[in-house]
Structures are given as C-alpha cells and as structure tokens.
C-alpha cells in the first residue's frame, strides 16, 4: 500500500514557475513507477510526465517537454515536477500516481495506475 500527497500547487502568473512535490508513504516507493498527470476543467486527466524507479529515466507528453522536469528522491520517498515558463492552459489540478509497470512500456494510461494522491491546484494567470 502506497499513500501519495501532492503538494506546492497555487496561484502563479504566465511565465512563472512552480515546484510541485509528492510524497509517499511506504517501504515499497522505489518499486514504482512514478508519474504526474493532470486534469483542466472539463477535460479528461491527461498524462503529463514519469520517472523510472532508480530515478535515472523520464518521459513526457509533448506538450510540456522542455518546460516541465520530473525527478525522484528515493530515499526521501518523494517525486517533484518542476514546472517552467506557465501558461495559462497549464492550469489545472495535478495529480501523483504509482504504477508496477516500468517506464520502458511507456505507462501513459492512467488505468495502468493503481495509487493515486488527492491532487493540487494550479492555476496559472494571464
């Protein structure tokens, strides 16, 4: 059982920069494939970025690669999406999950997750 807590969400104009971060409870954190996904209003929740288990691999879905990094700490049991240059269309509620699946399958689907946190607000103005 993993237990996810987003946090660092907030209010920020265009251009700015947020640091959100994830923590995980559990002895098992480095087993899993960690992941940012994100939901706008009236939106389906999208994938947004993974990390491997070691930490050492990331993808991104196009629309925030070069402005978004993702990274762990596995032995703070936490994930981090630092978020650059915001836009507008970059508000949304973001959310942390934990899959089995390595990052080499590409585990874009948010099916293939089975721990998610409570997600956090961005709002981004312009």
């Known amino acids: 059982q993993v237990q996810l807590v987003e946090s660092g969400g907030g209010l920020v104009q265009a251009g700015g920069s947020l640091r959100l971060s994830c923590a995980a409870s559990?002895?098992?954190?480095?087993?899993?494939?960690m992941a940012w996904f994100r939901q706008a209003p009236g939106k389906e929740r999208e994938f947004v970025a993974a990390v491997s288990r070691g930490g050492t691999s990331t993808y991104y879905a196009d629309s925030v690669k070069g402005q978004f990094t993702i990274s762990r700490d596995n032995a703070k049991n936490t994930v981090h999406l630092q978020m650059n240059s915001l836009k507008p269309e970059d508000t949304a509620v973001y959310y942390c999950?934990?899959?089995?699946?390595?990052?080499?399958?590409?585990?874009?689907?948010?099916?293939?997750?089975?721990?998610w946190g409570q997600g956090t607000q961005v709002t981004v103005s312009s």
């Open positions: 559990g002895r098992t954190f480095r087993t899993y494939t």
């Open positions: 999950a934990a899959t089995a699946r390595p990052l080499s399958t590409l585990p874009i689907s948010q099916s293939l997750y089975i721990y």
